[in-house]
C-alpha cells in the first residue's frame, strides 16, 4: 500500500498549503477521492469550505468545473441542453458544468428539489441523461458539494435519498488562534490557492483507486461495521437508522484509511475514526433525541461506546 500512502502523503500535503490546521478533514476528502465517492462539507460561511474543494481540484490534474446553486437555476444548468443547429439540421448536445472530473457544487442547498435532482443520476451512476439520449461521465468523477447548516433563508434541505449519495459528511469548524495566524500571514500578499500545483495526476488517481479495493477487511470487522449500522435503526430516538450503503462506506472508507496509513488491512480504529462522518448525514432522528438534546453525532458516538471492538490477529495471515 505504499503507492496509496505515497499518493495521499503528496496530496494532504499540497492541500495543507491552503487549508491550515485541519489535516483531518483533508484526509477525509482524500478519502473520498480514493473510494470515487463523493464529499458534503457543512459548516459556517467563511471557514473554508469552498477553498477546500478548489484545493483538491487544483492539486490533481484532472478538468475541473464550480456550479454556483440559485433558486433559478434550472436542471439543464446543470446538466446541459441540446440546441439545434440550423447548418446540420440536428440537434447537439452542449454540455453542462456536470460534465468534469471534479464538480464544486457551491451552496447545493440553495437550488430547488428539481435543480438538486438533476444531480442525483450523475453522482450515482456516472451519467446524465437529456432528451433521452445518456452522456457518459469522465473518470474519475467527484462532486464536491459545500451548504451553510445555519442559514434556512432561501434555501430548500437536502432530501434523504440526496444525502445519502454524499460518501462523507464533513465540517471544518473554526481554526486555532496559531492557525488563525499563519492564515493571515500567507494571504498577505497573494492567496496561497493562486499558486497551487498539480502534484498528481489523472492516471496515478485512476491506479490508486483501484489499488485501495485491495484493502483485507477481516470477517470480524465486517460484522463491527454492519453491527454498528444495524444499531442506528434500532436506536430509541432514531426515527430512520442508515441503510445498508452505510455499511458499505464504511468497508470502503476503511479500506482507505487503512491504504493511507501505509497498511493492507483494516483496523476497528479505521472504523471508529469514520463512522461520524459516514453515518450522521444517514440518521434521520425522532421527536424524542430533542427530549434528550441529541444529534447524530451523539448517537453514533453512543452506539460505539457500546459495542465490543473485536480483537485478535485481523491481517490476511489470520
Known amino acids: ?182 492564515v493571515l500571514d500567507r494571504q498577505q500578499f497573494l492567496h496561497p490557492i493562486d499558486s497551487l500545483e498539480n502534484v498528481i495526476t489523472e492516471e496515478e488517481v485512476l491506479a490508486a483507486q483501484e489499488e485501495v479495493k485491495k484493502v483485507y477487511v477481516a470477517r470480524e470487522v465486517k460484522s463491527y461495521m454492519v453491527e454498528i449500522t444495524r444499531r442506528t435503526r434500532e436506536f430509541q430516538e432514531v426515527y430512520l437508522g442508515a441503510s445498508p450503503r452505510g455499511s458499505l462506506t464504511l468497508y470502503r472508507t476503511g479500506q482507505a484509511r487503512a491504504a493511507m496509513n501505509g497498511r493492507d488491512f483494516v483496523l476497528p480504529d479505521d472504523v471508529k475514526a469514520l463512522a461520524e462522518s459516514a453515518l450522521c448525514h444517514r440518521v434521520i432522528l425522532g421527536p424524542a433525541a430533542r427530549l434528550r438534546d441529541l444529534d447524530a453525532a451523539e448517537v453514533i458516538r453512543e452506539i460505539i461506546g457500546n459495542l465490543a471492538v473485536p480483537g485478535g490477529d485481523l491481517t490476511r495471515g489470520n
Do not use: W
Open 1 to 182: 500500500m505504499s503507492n496509496v500512502q505515497d499518493f495521499s502523503d503528496r496530496l494532504v500535503t499540497n492541500i495543507e498549503k491552503v487549508i491550515i490546521g485541519k489535516r483531518e478533514t483533508v484526509e477525509f476528502a482524500v478519502i473520498t477521492l480514493l473510494c470515487q465517492g463523493h464529499l458534503l462539507i457543512e459548516d459556517v460561511p467563511g471557514v473554508g469550505k469552498t477553498m477546500l474543494a478548489r484545493s483538491v481540484a487544483r492539486s490533481i490534474g484532472c478538468s475541473f468545473s464550480r456550479i454556483q446553486f440559485t433558486p433559478d437555476m434550472l436542471p439543464s444548468d446543470v446538466t446541459g441542453v441540446s440546441i439545434f443547429n440550423q447548418v446540420s439540421r440536428e440537434f447537439e448536445f452542449r454540455p453542462g458544468p456536470i460534465m468534469a472530473q471534479i464538480v464544486l457544487s457551491d451552496e447545493i442547498n440553495r437550488a430547488t428539489p428539481k435543480t438538486q435532482a438533476a444531480l442525483l443520476e450523475a453522482m450515482e451512476e456516472r451519467q446524465v441523461t437529456v432528451d433521452g439520449l445518456t452522456h457518459f461521465l469522465p473518470k474519475p468523477f467527484m462532486v464536491m458539494a459545500t451548504q451553510n447548516p445555519i442559514e434556512y433563508e432561501g434555501t430548500f434541505p437536502l432530501p434523504e435519498a440526496q444525502l445519502d449519495r454524499f460518501l462523507l459528511r464533513i465540517r471544518l469548524g473554526y481554526p486555532g488562534p496559531s492557525d488563525e495566524v499563519k
